[in-house]
């Protein structure tokens, strides 16, 4: 069983910065990838960012709405993901969910419970 566990969520003023953490435990597991993704209030969760490896290159990815102030990292050996949040707006406001175990199809196998992030304004 993988046990995923995200952290580091809180409150932070318009204009500021916090910085995600993902961590995942239990049994070995293969991934092509990792991501952070997002539920605002009262909608759908959305893609944030994700981070992709093929044949030994690394490749990074955003949501238009945090390109620029968002960036993502991580140690795949280690299971461990970051999302950097600069910057950050009163749309940031949102549950974020940390994925990992990205399959050849692109879908992820592990989900984190999330982590509350709220922006004030």
């Known amino acids: 069983q993988v046990h995923v566990v995200e952290s580091g969520g809180g409150l932070v003023q318009a204009g500021g910065s916090l910085r995600l953490s993902c961590a995942a435990s239990?049994?070995?597991?293969?991934?092509?990838?990792m991501g952070w993704f997002r539920q605002p209030p009262k909608k759908e969760r959305e893609f944030v960012a994700r981070?992709?490896?093929?044949?030994?290159?690394?490749?990074?990815y955003y949501a238009d709405s945090v390109k620029g102030r968002f960036t993502i990292s991580g140690d795949n050996a280690k299971n461990l993901v970051y999302l950097q949040m600069n910057s950050v707006k009163a749309e940031d406001t949102a549950v974020y969910y940390c994925?990992?175990?990205?399959?050849?199809?692109?879908?992820?196998?592990?989900w984190g419970q999330g982590t509350q992030v709220s922006v004030s304004s």
């Open positions: 981070m992709h490896w093929d044949d030994g290159a690394t490749y990074y």
């Open positions: 239990g049994r070995t597991f293969s991934s092509n990838g």
């Open positions: 994925a990992l175990g990205e399959t050849a199809a692109g879908e992820f196998e592990y």
